[in-house]
């Protein structure tokens, strides 16, 4: 096991800001995992398990507890047969989909866009372009806080739009297990699909602003619309039509392209971003009645 003391989180988040996590460990199997559990124990430190750090806001001051990186072991993809599927928590969920797809197996595809981990998507059941994580999980391996491994079904995972048991029950995703449909079974090819994939590609790079860090979607869609306009429940359409694009606060702007994107436009430190989001949530309040609520994850004190 890696431990680096004071590591910069900016260097292992997708808004490249953040001060320095206390313990950064990158653990590769499950004897590594219980090493740096030990160690914040040990310490009388709080722990975080890192993906690719695609969903996540770093205060400037950093984090007082160890970061665990999942890597090596982790990593790795199981063909159990059938259309079953078994990916470690680790495992990016771009290569999942597209791998499983190359073998014949539709359900997650359009996900590969995605940048962040399986287990990352797994916690806030990630989805795309009407495809969700939790729609073909079937299966997840975790570590309670007992020291215990359990395997929950789908039943006892929770999901829901962008949420499962694991963000209120805790524990560490270290694996889950899918079970996807055969092409041929939806009357479509590979090559029909892999159609589908890159079309969802392309309109992930025409819609977004890929070019400048962020964290994907800074806000959840919305669950009803405005009293004026019942039907509109995506967030960047209020934000745009509270006048935000391009907003700024310090380095921090709501996209241009994308009006439910924060961007690190120039510099910005964490501090920049939460307060933009602050902000945009009170205008919004203020134009539409309307309450957004932060899709990022917080760490560290802001």
Same mark, same amino acid.
């Given at each position: 096991?890696q431990?680096?003391?004071?590591?910069p /989180?900016?260097?292992?988040?997708?808004?490249?800001?953040?001060?320095?996590?206390r313990?950064? @460990?990158?653990?590769?199997n /499950?004897?590594?995992l219980?090493? @740096?559990?030990?160690? @914040?124990?040990e310490?009388?430190?709080?722990?975080?398990?890192?993906?690719?750090?695609?969903?996540?806001?770093?205060?400037?001051?950093?984090?007082?507890?160890v970061?665990? %990186?999942?890597?090596?072991?982790?990593s790795?993809?199981?063909?159990?047969?059938?259309?079953?599927?078994?990916?470690? =928590?680790?495992?990016?969920?771009g290569?999942?989909?597209?791998?499983t797809?190359?073998?014949g197996?539709?359900?997650?595809?359009?996900? =590969?866009g995605?940048?962040?981990?399986?287990?990352?998507?797994? !916690?806030?059941?990630?989805?795309? !372009?009407?495809?969700?994580?939790?729609?073909?999980c079937?299966?997840?391996?975790?570590?309670? *806080?007992?020291?215990?491994?359990?395997?929950?079904?789908?039943?006892?995972?929770?999901f829901? !739009?962008?949420?499962?048991?694991?963000?209120?029950?805790?524990g560490?995703?270290?694996?889950?297990?899918? +079970?996807?449909?055969?092409?041929?079974?939806?009357?479509? *090819?590979?090559a029909?699909?892999? %159609?589908?994939?890159?079309?969802?590609? %392309?309109?992930?790079? @025409?819609?977004?602003?890929l070019?400048?860090?962020?964290?994907? *979607?800074?806000?959840?869609?919305?669950?009803?619309?405005?009293?004026? /306009?019942p039907?509109?429940?995506?967030?960047?359409? !209020?934000?745009? +039509? =509270?006048?935000?694009?391009?907003?700024?606060?310090?380095? =921090?702007?709501?996209?241009?392209?994308h009006?439910?994107?924060i961007?690190?436009?120039?510099?910005?430190?964490?501090?920049?971003?939460?307060s933009? *989001?602050?902000?945009?949530?009170?205008?919004?309040?203020?134009?539409?009645?309307?309450?957004? +609520?932060?899709?990022?994850?917080?760490?560290?004190?802001f």
């Open positions: 096991m431990v680096l003391e004071n590591e /989180m900016s260097k292992h988040t997708s808004f490249k800001v953040g001060g320095p996590a313990f950064f @460990a990158k653990v590769e /499950m004897a590594d219980k090493e @740096a559990l030990a160690l @914040a124990r310490k009388g430190l709080s722990y975080f398990i890192l993906g690719n750090g695609t969903n996540l806001l770093v205060s400037d001051r950093g984090y007082e507890g970061v665990i %990186a999942l890597s090596g072991a982790f790795e993809i199981e063909d159990l047969g059938s259309g079953k599927f078994k990916a470690g =928590a680790a495992t990016p969920l290569k999942f989909a597209r791998h797809l190359k073998q197996y539709a359900g997650i595809h359009k996900l =590969a995605i940048p962040g981990t399986l287990g990352g998507a797994v !916690y806030m059941n990630a989805g795309a !372009y009407g495809q969700e994580i939790g729609n073909c079937t299966q997840v391996t975790v570590l309670e *806080s007992d020291g215990n491994i359990r395997e929950l079904p789908t039943s006892a995972c929770g829901g !739009y962008r949420r499962s048991v694991f963000k209120d029950a805790g560490i995703i270290l694996s889950a297990t899918f +079970q996807l449909q055969d092409t041929t079974s939806l009357g479509k *090819s590979n029909d699909l892999e %159609a589908e994939l890159e079309e969802c590609m %392309a309109k992930r790079k @025409a819609t977004q602003p070019n400048k860090p962020n964290a994907g *979607s800074t806000f959840k869609r919305l669950d009803t619309g405005a009293a004026a /306009m039907t509109q429940v995506a967030p960047g359409y !209020y934000i745009e +039509q =509270a006048g935000l694009k391009g907003y700024r606060i310090g380095g =921090a702007e709501v996209s241009t392209l009006a439910n994107f961007v690190n436009a120039d510099n910005a430190t964490a501090t920049d971003i939460k933009l *989001s602050e902000y945009v949530q009170s205008k919004v309040a203020e134009k539409f009645g309307i309450t957004l +609520q932060r899709e990022i994850i917080l760490l560290g004190e």
